[in-house]
């Protein structure tokens, strides 16, 4: 899922595309309104954060734009201003929420979660399935989310791609190659404490006993497996 970043802050740019591209989206990245109009074009991306007071084209001209060629997108302004009237502005004018500056990162990912569940419902393009069913856990790629019993376990889209992938080839060994090119891309350079790091976390947030996996399970050397 491909998000563009318009944000004239060189840190709060680079902060974003690195907080977001660990939760496993691919970021585009604009320094202006213009270049950021010129890359929607473009590189057409499934997200857009706006920020509100940028050189050559302002975030609000930026939006009316986008909306007047894709009425679906969903759009977050970023913005330090808090006056009502900017919000309601912004909302008319079809954002779809607002992060203020300055944010956490926590509250950053909620938000871009809740906008990326809606996305994938109404677009349906991570999932194969509605749900599917590993051990006693219940994945929801749509929802970002899956379940065990009562208890609800918030992911990234990260963790669903290779959920997806691992159940896509349940039973068969998935190799580390096969998961890095598919939940990072194929342009990224490979590591194995980033991906052990990884499943590490994901099986902190998924597996009953994590030092005894029963989901997601390590074949040595090889990669990963579901059975």
């Known amino acids: 899922m491909k998000v563009l970043i318009a944000e004239d802050d060189t840190f709060i740019r680079e902060g974003l595309n690195d907080l977001l591209s660990n939760e496993g989206y691919s970021c585009i990245l604009a320094e202006n309104g213009q270049q950021a109009w010129q890359y929607f074009q473009s590189e057409q991306p499934d997200l857009v954060l706006l920020d509100i007071m940028m050189p050559e084209k302002d975030g609000y001209s930026l939006c009316r734009e986008i909306r007047q060629v894709n009425q679906d997108i969903p759009v977050i302004f970023i913005t330090a ?30 938000r871009i979660r809740a906008v990326t569940r809606r996305y994938l419902r109404s677009q349906a393009k991570v999932q194969q399935e509605k749900s599917f069913t590993i051990a006693d856990l219940v994945v929801y790629p749509d929802e970002l989310r899956a379940q065990r019993g ?59 006993d994590p030092k005894n996996p029963l989901v997601v399970k390590t074949v040595h050397g090889v990669g990963y497996r579901i059975e």
């Open 81 to 110: 201003k808090s006056e009502e009237i900017d919000q309601v502005l912004g909302l008319e004018l079809g954002a779809d929420d607002y992060i203020m500056k300055p944010f956490g990162t926590r509250e950053v990912v909620a």
């Open 150 to 208: 009562e208890q609800v376990i918030d992911l990234s889209l990260r963790d669903i791609k290779i959920l997806c992938l691992l159940y896509s080839e349940k039973g068969k060994v998935v190799g580390r190659d096969a998961l890095f090119n598919h939940c990072w891309g194929r342009g990224y350079i490979a590591s194995s404490r980033t991906l052990d790091q990884h499943i590490s976390k994901l099986r902190k947030a998924i597996e009953v």
